[in-house]
């Protein structure tokens, strides 16, 4: 964990642009997003210089706003986040949760493994089967669409299916030399041979491909059966986050 502050901002920048919220507020050196929908990293507060204001007028304004978008008020905790307010957090009775790895990996020469489809936007198709895989519904479903949708950059959305059936998914985002994976998702019923680093190598092939030279992810650290995938991939961790919640 030795990047230099400016690294840590420019990864918390490719994952916004990666990853998009609906909504955003910029409020005195901290990004408030919001989506709705199931993740916690386009619905959070995203502190990410110190302003002018004190810690305790900053998160009363960020809670105020979470109410106004009827979403609970999550504190996203990287190493950018203001002196002390982690400790202000925990004193208003936020817990932890989720903490997160943030890796990184050099892209060495990769082949794109067989029966990988790679779509330059995000088709129905895709769509369709990353929602049955995720299991979503509802508000979920479409907010995940819609985030989807929104992605600015460029990108590639890949899909492997098995017996016809869709068994697993993910997503490159490709910006300034880097590739960010994300959205990494296999069938519950196929798991364990082999399709998580087939549809990773195929990401990181179309990311090279694209003009990335590094790639990034991130992972949670209770997540084994990834960590050790990543780690076999080349991926080593460069700084890590937590969220802060009213449980």
């Not at 916004?16 to 408030?32: E, I, R, S, Y």
């Not at 020469?109 to 895989?133: C, T």
């Not at 068994?167 to 069938?187: C, K, T």
């Not at 650290?221 to 460069?238: E, H, I, K, S, V």
Request: glycine content about 12%.
């Amino acid at each position: 964990m030795n990047f230099a502050r400016c690294d840590v901002t420019l990864l918390e920048e490719l994952n916004f642009n990666a990853w998009p919220a609906l909504a955003t507020v910029h409020f005195d050196g901290w990004l408030l997003r919001s989506s709705g929908g199931e993740s916690r990293r386009v619905n959070s507060v995203n502190p990410l210089t110190a302003g002018r204001l004190g810690l305790d007028q900053k998160i009363a304004s960020a809670e105020s706003t979470y109410r106004r978008w009827g979403r609970p008020t999550v504190f996203r905790m990287t190493p950018l986040a203001d002196d002390g307010l982690d400790e202000a957090l925990a004193a208003r009775g936020y817990a932890i949760a989720a903490p997160t790895f943030v890796q990184t990996a050099p892209l060495a020469p990769l082949i794109a493994g067989d029966g990988v489809r790679v779509f330059a936007r995000p088709q129905r198709a895709w769509i369709d089967a990353a929602i049955g895989l995720r299991g979503l519904g509802g508000e979920a479903a479409d907010v995940f669409a819609r985030q989807h949708g929104a992605v600015g950059i460029e990108a590639r959305w890949a899909l492997v299916l098995r017996e016809g059936l869709p068994a697993a998914v993910g997503v490159v985002a490709i910006e300034r030399g880097w590739a960010g994976l994300h959205g990494i998702y296999v069938a519950s019923s196929a798991r364990r041979h082999g399709l998580g680093r087939q549809i990773s190598h195929a990401l990181m092939g179309h990311g090279q491909q694209l003009g990335a030279h590094r790639a990034w992810l991130q992972v949670e650290q209770r997540n084994a059966p990834a960590l050790r995938l990543y780690q076999r991939l080349g991926f080593t961790t460069a700084y890590g986050y937590h969220h802060r919640i009213i449980p």
